[in-house]
Nanobody, 124 residues
């Protein structure tokens, strides 16, 4: 079993930056994909970014060039650096783990373990 704890959310003005952290425990850090998803009220949970178990990165088109996912030196922390934030980035952000095939890593239903989420609010 894998445990995940997100942190780093908050309130920021449009154009600002935040760095989210996801600390994982309970399993080998490189045996699964680690994804970030977000959900705002009334909307479905959507894919944001993923760090595959082979260390490749993939992004949603809406965040490409603004967000960056990376793994910390301790191998148990994954970061989501978010720059040039927009009001439409406002959501609860979740990290999650998956062992799905690569073609399915953008599908939230393929993720097994989830963190509790951290709120990101971007004001205009």
């Amino acid at each position: 079993q894998v445990q995940l704890v997100e942190s780093g959310g908050g309130l920021v003005q449009a154009g600002g930056s935040l760095r989210l952290s996801c600390v994982t425990s309970g399993s080998t850090s490189n045996s699964y994909h680690l994804g970030w998803f977000r959900q705002s009220p009334g909307k479905e949970r959507e894919f944001v970014a993923v760090l595959s178990r082979t260390s490749h990165t993939y992004y949603a088109d809406s965040v490409k060039g603004r967000f960056a996912i990376s793994r910390g030196n301790d191998r148990n922390t994954v970061y989501l650096q978010m720059d040039t934030l927009k009001p439409e980035d406002t959501a609860v952000y979740y990290c999650a783990t998956s062992r799905a095939v690569l073609s399915s890593i953008r599908d939230p239903t393929m993720y097994i373990y989830w963190g509790q989420g951290t709120q990101v609010t971007v004001s205009s």
